[in-house]
């Protein structure tokens, strides 16, 4: 660090002295989820950003997450460490145009994932995410009529598990559509018997090849509790972080992309995050997360509905 500056011990002394909690995804770099009080999934956060009773939340993951804290907690002063933290996802799924799509579809309600815009959660009924889509779907009655939007293998894998038809969305995730199928079954040659874990956010034709599927969450506790050796691991590869902390003992290998190796899986979006950043929107308390009040009211209500559902 060339400026001398300490920047962990700065960073405690800023979190203390701002009463800030910072809150960090499994996708983020192992520097920054050893810093943070608390680490999760999507639902875990927006959660935690519900109940804090800190004055500045310091969100270390994407835009679309630091979002929901200030929809969810708009007394509070939300910082991103880099306001460039987009998601495909959200990219894939521009306001006007799912507006559009929901006028021409007016018999069906929306369900949404979480990883959209604020604007894109102002037009939906009910916002999901990975470890919630399947309890809050199973509450809603089979002839319902769904949109679901935007992730259309999240999408897919929910119509396969719960037995619906839900009109999809064509978007995805960067991340899980780089790994590669050719490559994962060369891997799970080289380790007879190691078990798959993967996010749903993967095409089908790598969750055809998991035996869990999963949150992140849901894939670290699985992997953990699992009495395999060796676990596969398809998604993201920062969450074998803490993996590694909490099964030392354990082989976790992050699954290949069409290179052969797990490195082009990582998130470039989550990586503009890093210890500076951190540090510095602690320091200057930007760059800040404003929602303009009118859409933040309209995007709380589906994401009430998902922490009533999810309950
Ligand atoms: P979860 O942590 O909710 O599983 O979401 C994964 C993801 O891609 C977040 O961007
Ligand atoms: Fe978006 Fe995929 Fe990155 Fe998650 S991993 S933030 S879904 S691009």
Redesign the pocket.
């Known amino acids: 660090n060339p400026t001398g500056v300490d920047l962990r011990a700065e960073i405690d002394r800023l979190r203390k002295e701002k009463n800030a909690v910072i809150l960090a995804?499994?996708?983020q770099d192992p520097v920054l989820q050893d810093l943070a009080d608390f680490v999760g999934?999507?639902?875990d956060l927006s959660r935690k950003a519900a109940a804090t009773t800190a004055d500045v939340i310091a969100f270390c993951g994407?835009r679309f997450m630091a979002e929901v804290a200030k929809i969810l907690s708009p007394e509070k002063t939300v910082v991103l460490p880099d306001m460039a933290a987009g998601?495909s996802l959200e990219d894939s799924c521009p306001p006007d145009a799912f507006g559009a799509f929901r006028n021409a579809h007016p018999d069906h309600i929306s369900l949404t994932y979480i990883?959209c815009s604020a604007a894109v959660k102002a037009h939906s009924d009910i916002i999901v995410?990975?470890?919630s889509a399947e309890k809050i779907i199973a509450q809603l009655p089979m002839d319902q009529k769904i949109i679901f939007a935007p992730d259309k293998h999240l999408g897919a894998y929910l119509n396969r598990k719960t037995g619906r038809d839900m009109l999809l969305w064509d978007g995805s995730?960067i991340v899980h559509e780089a790994f590669s199928e050719t490559e994962l079954l060369k891997l799970i040659a080289l380790h007879p018997g190691a078990p798959v874990a993967a996010?749903p956010?993967c095409p089908g034709y790598i969750l055809d090849h998991a035996q869990f599927v999963g949150?992140?969450t849901a894939i670290l506790e699985w992997s953990i509790a699992s009495p395999a050796q060796t676990i596969i691991v398809a998604t993201e590869p920062n969450i074998i972080h803490q993996m590694q902390l909490k099964a030392p003992h354990k082989n976790f290998i992050g699954a290949p992309g069409a290179d052969g190796n797990c490195n082009c899986n990582m998130c470039p979006y989550m990586a503009l995050n890093t210890l500076e950043k951190l540090y510095l929107c602690l320091r200057d308390l930007q760059p800040v997360i404003t929602v303009p009040e009118e859409i933040r009211l309209r995007a709380k209500l589906p994401l009430d509905r998902m922490l009533e559902m999810a309950a």
């Open positions: 995804h499994y996708y999934d999507s639902l994407v998601c990883n995410t990975s470890s995730c996010h956010e949150s992140t």
